[in-house]
């Protein structure tokens, strides 16, 4: 069984600090998500990495896939209360089930205006 | 074009009744999950479908659960009999066939007495 553990699990920071949240597994991914989700609502897809090392930039947001393909980071600049959820890292497989994604538990964000 | 649509988006049952939990994938998509969501043990992978066929159910924790998609346009999520512990968030999700890139319907929260 794939298991993703994200860290921290909730974290409360004020407005216009940064911070970044972690995703770690044993396992090899060939892609990796994340989603936000708000309130009420279902996960929202933010991006996909596919190759080790890559990085990619959404706004404030920048998205980090390990060389390894095992882990991802997730680093906000400048937060912003708009920016308050759970952010979910989801891994793909590219063997067996290959269309299914592996959720890491989450974190919480509250950023506080 | 509308997302994935979930219903009823609120359920409240009693023990031992039976509910029955409805998705329509975004159209032309042709991979339908469905996901529980608790506090707990966070979003879980209940079964998904590939051009209507189920391929993965072994996260459907009990017989009590059973899901079908007659069609690429519907699909149901039926617990019967419905226990407290069932009480959750219950997401229906759909993709085209390359893993990732779900779109997640707005959910159905559901509780058990």
């Known amino acids: 069984t794939q298991l993703l553990e994200q860290s921290p699990q909730f974290l409360s920071i004020q407005e216009g600090e940064n911070l970044t949240v972690y995703c770690n597994s044993s396992s090899v991914f060939s892609s990796l998500q994340w989603y936000r989700q708000e309130p009420g609502e279902g996960p929202v897809l933010l991006v996909t990495v596919v190759t080790g090392g890559e990085v990619k930039k959404l706004k404030r947001l920048t998205f980090q896939f390990g060389d390894a393909r095992k882990d991802s980071s997730l680093h906000i600049t400048a937060a912003q209360p708009g920016d308050t959820g759970l952010y979910l890292c989801?891994?793909?497989?590219?063997?067996?089930?290959?269309?299914?994604?592996?959720f890491g538990s989450g974190t919480q964000l509250t950023v506080l205006p | 074009d509308a997302g994935v649509i979930q219903s009823p988006r609120h359920e409240v049952t009693e023990m031992g009744q039976e509910v029955t939990l409805r998705c329509k994938p975004i159209s032309g998509h042709n991979s339908l999950f469905w996901y529980r969501q608790t506090m707990m043990r966070g979003l879980e992978l209940l079964i998904y479908?590939?051009?209507?066929?189920?391929?993965?159910d072994s996260g459907m924790p009990e017989d009590r659960f059973s899901a079908k998609m007659p069609n690429a346009s519907f699909s149901t999520l039926k617990i019967q009999p419905s226990e407290p512990r069932d009480s959750a968030v219950y997401f229906c999700?759909?993709?085209?066939?390359?893993?990732?890139?779900?779109?997640f319907g707005p959910g159905t929260r559901l509780t058990v007495l």
């Open positions: 989801a891994g793909a497989s590219s063997s067996g089930s290959a269309r299914q994604l592996t």
């Open positions: 999700a759909s993709s085209h066939s390359n893993p990732g890139f779900q779109f």
């Open positions: 479908f590939n051009n209507n066929v189920p391929i993965d």
